[in-house]
C-alpha cells in the first residue's frame, strides 16, 4: 500500500521560503513519479513541480519555475518542495501525490493515483 505524508506547510510572510516534504512508503522499487500540487481558494488543483524517480528527471512550470524547485532523497524516501521569494496569492493546501509509471513525469492531477492528506501554506503580507 502506497502512503504519502506531507510535512512542512505553515505560515510565511510574503518574501520568505518554506521546504515542504513528502515522506514516501509502500513502493518496491524507483519505477514512478511525485507529484507536487496546490489547491487555492476557489482555483482548480494546480501543478506545482513531479520528478520521476526512475531518472531524476524534473518539471517546473514556467511560471513557478525560479520559486520552486523539487528534488529527492532516496535513501529517506522524501521528496522536497523548496518554496521561496513566497507570495500572498500562494497561499493553498499542497499535495504530493504518486504514479506508478518509469521515467515519465506529468502535471495533470488526474494521472496521479495515491494522493497525500495535504499541508497548509498560508503567505502573508
Known amino acids: 500500500e502506497v502512503q504519502l505524508v506531507e510535512s512542512g506547510g505553515g505560515l510565511v510572510q510574503a518574501g520568505g521560503s518554506l521546504r515542504l516534504s513528502c515522506s514516501v512508503a509502500g513502493f518496491a522499487s524507483n519505477d514512478y513519479a511525485i507529484g507536487w500540487f496546490r489547491q487555492r481558494s476557489g482555483m482548480d488543483r494546480e501543478g506545482v513541480s513531479c520528478?520521476?524517480?526512475?531518472?531524476?528527471?524534473?518539471y517546473t512550470p514556467d511560471s513557478l519555475k525560479g520559486r520552486f524547485t523539487i528534488s529527492s532523497d532516496s535513501a529517506q524516501n522524501i521528496v522536497y518542495l523548496d518554496a521561496t521569494n513566497l507570495k500572498p496569492q500562494d497561499t493553498g493546501v499542497y499535495y504530493c501525490a504518486a504514479m506508478t509509471v518509469a521515467y515519465y513525469t506529468s502535471m495533470v492531477p488526474d494521472e496521479y493515483a495515491e494522493w497525500g492528506q495535504g499541508t497548509q501554506v498560508t503567505v502573508s503580507s
Open positions: 520528478i520521476s524517480l526512475s531518472d531524476g528527471s524534473t
